[in-house]
């Protein structure tokens, strides 16, 4: 069993930034793609963005621009969040998809408000 934990989240003013993290209890990371994922109240739940193993990554059209994934190690992945605005808000979440299983960590919560 894989366990992922997120952390980072919390209030922020419109326009602010946060830096989440995501770590795993595997050095897993530099072997397959990890996601991350947003769910907001009353909205299903949507892709962020992806890290693959190789390196490159890809972005919700949305966030493109203001957010990037990056990969501090095998066992944490990092979620740079710049010029947040309130439709950011959400809990997020990180995803890997591995040995026929998905994995979610418990979330963390994103509230961007002035």
């Known amino acids: 069993q894989v366990q992922l934990v997120e952390s980072g989240g919390g209030l922020v003013q419109p326009g602010g930034s946060l830096r989440l993290s995501c770590a795993a209890s595997e050095l897993i990371f530099s072997l397959y793609s990890m996601d991350w994922y947003r769910q907001a109240p009353g909205k299903q739940r949507e892709l962020v963005a992806r890290?693959?193993?190789?390196?490159?990554t890809n972005y919700a059209d949305s966030v493109k621009g203001r957010f990037t994934i990056s990969r501090a190690n095998a066992k944490t992945v990092y979620l740079q969040m710049n010029s947040l605005k309130s439709e950011d808000t959400a809990v997020y979440y990180c995803h890997v998809f591995l040995r026929s299983t998905h994995y979610w960590g418990q979330g963390t919560q994103v509230t961007v408000s002035s």
């Open positions: 890290l693959f193993a190789g390196g490159s």
